[in-house]
Every structure is written in C-alpha cells, then in structure tokens.
C-alpha cells in the first residue's frame, strides 16, 4: 500500500494506491488507513470495483454504521444509500451546498464513505473545505469571541415537511423522506476538538447550523455569515475530481463538503455509507 501526499493547499485528500479493496484489509493496514483520513480528512482509492457487500466490508473496518435518517437506503443493503441523478432529472444536485454529514445528529458521523459507479463526462466534482485549517487562521480576537459559543444544529431547512426537498418542484431519483422530525435541534460547541486529535476545528455549516444559542438573530446571522466565508476561501478547498470505481472516505470532523452539479443530460450514481461518530471526550 502507497500513501501520497496531499496535492492541495487546503491539505486534503491523499491517493492511496497498491491496495486491493475487495479483500478483508490486514489490521495494521487499517491503522494507516486510518492515521491518514485523520491527519487528510479526504482518502481516496482509485480503481476499486467494489459490489455492495465489499463495500460494507470496507465501513465495517472503520467503526459502526451511522444512522441515515431522511434518506431511504437500498432495501438489500440498509446501510447503502444511492446517490443517483438520472439525464433528464432537473432537479438540483444532491447535497449541492456546504455542510458536514448530519451534524444536526447527537453523535454526528465520523465518516462518510462514497464509491463512484456512474461519473458523468463533465461537472460533478465534490468539494471538501478544511475546516481545522480555517480555525487555526483565525485571528486570536475571533478564537476568543467564538471560544465558548455552541451553535445550534437541526434538519428542517432541507428535510422538514416545509424544507427544501418537500416544496422542490422537479422530479428527483433520489429517495427522500421529508419528516416533522427533522425540527429537532441539537448544540454543538462551534469549536469543537476532534474525539481522536484534540485538534480543534470550526464544527459549523450553511446547512444544518441554524443560529449560536444564546444570541440575537441579527448578531448570530452576522457572526454565522463571516465564519462561513471565511471557511469557504479557495485556499481550503480541496476540488475532488471522479472517475468511476473510486472509493473515497472523509472525515466529517474537520471537513465540510458539497456536490457540484455542471452534468445536465448525463447520469451520476454513488453509494454512500456513514461511519457512526465517537462520544465527545
Ligand atoms: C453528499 O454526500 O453530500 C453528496 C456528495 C456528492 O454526491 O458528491
């Protein structure tokens, strides 16, 4: 097995070549593998034909399966969820704005798995932005401002009954269950320590943080507003770039990602499993 290095200047996303994914990988493998999505927060593994059940095979080695709510999984494979965008569809990409895997969740994921089977010709990269990074640039007045804030977390702009998803007019191939749960909330510190590091990262996104507990609407949207485009500068951005049967795993702990769309008239389809989160220490 061969780690690369990282070839962004966000710091994100090794290639890990020599390894055959179909076979159960040695333990002392996995603790590279591992040490590597930590230290990266994007793996990726080229030329890897997986089916469904090696690619389960391959989340077993990382930690327990997630929970996916909102999302129907395959009915054979509860833990797989397609990601599927056919040629006609109109509808806008899935997961096509910033954020970190359900991380409205008490225990949001550490992990999310994607394996590519359908790559369209053009467009349809994902994004991941290095959120540990952007905490480090900070100035030392903002780390002081922010250090004992927690933001709020919840579902409902895409997934409620009045969300995104329920009122979109365009047909989508996806599978989406919009629900009254999804007006839960859950607080998260916005500096968070990573459960395996310590390293400290900024644990907020567009998506599912709602506002900072404790705070006026106006004052909470502001300080929201210059942390997001702060954590949204190129020079965190890792553009990653697919071809078909590749794996690659991120960690939802130092990473925010989104799905760019740009491939109307061509077919995408991923199969996706969440690697559940640690307690926090
Ligand atoms: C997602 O999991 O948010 C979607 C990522 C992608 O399809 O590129």
Same mark, same amino acid.
């Given at each position: 097995?061969?780690?690369?290095?990282?070839?962004?200047?966000?710091?994100?996303?090794?290639?890990?070549?020599?390894?055959?994914?179909?076979?159960?990988i040695k333990n002392n493998l996995i603790n590279k593998i591992r040490d590597a999505w930590i230290r990266y927060g994007v793996i990726i593994?080229?030329?890897?034909?997986?089916?469904?059940?090696?690619?389960?095979?391959?989340?077993?080695?990382?930690?327990?399966?997630?929970?996916?709510?909102?999302?129907?999984?395959?009915?054979?494979?509860?833990?797989?969820?397609?990601?599927?965008?056919?040629?006609?569809?109109?509808?806008?990409?899935? *997961? !096509?704005?910033?954020?970190?895997?359900?991380?409205? =969740? #008490?225990?949001?994921?550490?992990? +999310?798995?994607?394996?590519? %089977? @359908?790559?369209?010709?053009? *467009? !349809?990269?994902?994004?991941?932005?290095?959120?540990? =990074? #952007?905490?480090?640039?900070?100035? +030392?007045?903002?780390?002081? %401002? @922010?250090?004992?804030?927690?933001?709020?977390?919840?579902?409902?702009?895409?997934?409620?009954?009045?969300?995104?998803?329920?009122?979109?007019?365009?047909?989508?191939?996806?599978?989406?269950?919009?629900?009254?749960?999804?007006?839960?909330?859950?607080?998260?510190?916005?500096?968070?320590?990573?459960?395996?590091?310590?390293?400290?990262?900024?644990?907020?996104?567009?998506?599912?943080?709602i506002n900072i507990e404790n705070m006026p609407t106006t004052e909470s949207d502001d300080l929201l507003f210059k942390l997001f485009s702060?954590?949204?500068?190129?020079?965190?951005?890792?553009?990653?770039?697919?071809?078909?049967?590749?794996?690659?795993?991120?960690?939802?702990?130092?990473?925010?990602?989104?799905?760019?769309?740009?491939?109307?008239?061509?077919?995408?389809?991923?199969?996706?499993?969440?690697?559940?989160?640690?307690?926090?220490?």
């Open positions: 097995m061969k780690i690369n290095k990282p070839n962004s200047s966000a710091n994100l996303g090794v290639a890990v070549e020599n390894i055959d994914l179909k076979k159960p593994f080229p030329n890897q034909e997986l089916d469904h059940e090696q690619l389960e095979l391959f989340a077993q080695s990382f930690g327990c399966y997630g929970d996916e709510p909102f999302l129907i999984p395959m009915s054979e494979h509860p833990h797989i969820v397609k990601l599927h965008r056919k040629p006609h569809e109109q509808a806008s990409p899935f *997961g !096509g704005a910033w954020h970190s895997d359900w991380s409205f =969740q #008490a225990i949001p994921p550490s992990g +999310t798995i994607l394996h590519s %089977k @359908i790559i369209p010709p053009q *467009g !349809g990269d994902t994004l991941f932005a290095n959120t540990a =990074q #952007a905490y480090d640039d900070l100035s +030392t007045d903002m780390k002081n %401002k @922010i250090k004992d804030l927690k933001a709020v977390h919840s579902a409902k702009r895409p997934y409620a009954k009045d969300g995104f998803y329920a009122l979109e007019k365009e047909k989508r191939t996806m599978k989406i269950h919009t629900s009254d749960e999804a007006n839960q909330t859950f607080s998260h510190p916005i500096v968070k320590e990573h459960e395996e590091t310590g390293r400290k990262t900024l644990f907020i996104n567009p998506v599912y943080t702060h954590m949204g500068q190129e020079k965190y951005i890792y553009r990653h770039k697919w071809e078909p049967d590749m794996l690659i795993m991120w960690d939802n702990r130092t990473v925010i990602h989104m799905a760019e769309g740009g491939y109307d008239g061509y077919e995408r389809l991923m199969h996706r499993i969440t690697i559940a989160g640690l307690p926090s220490n």
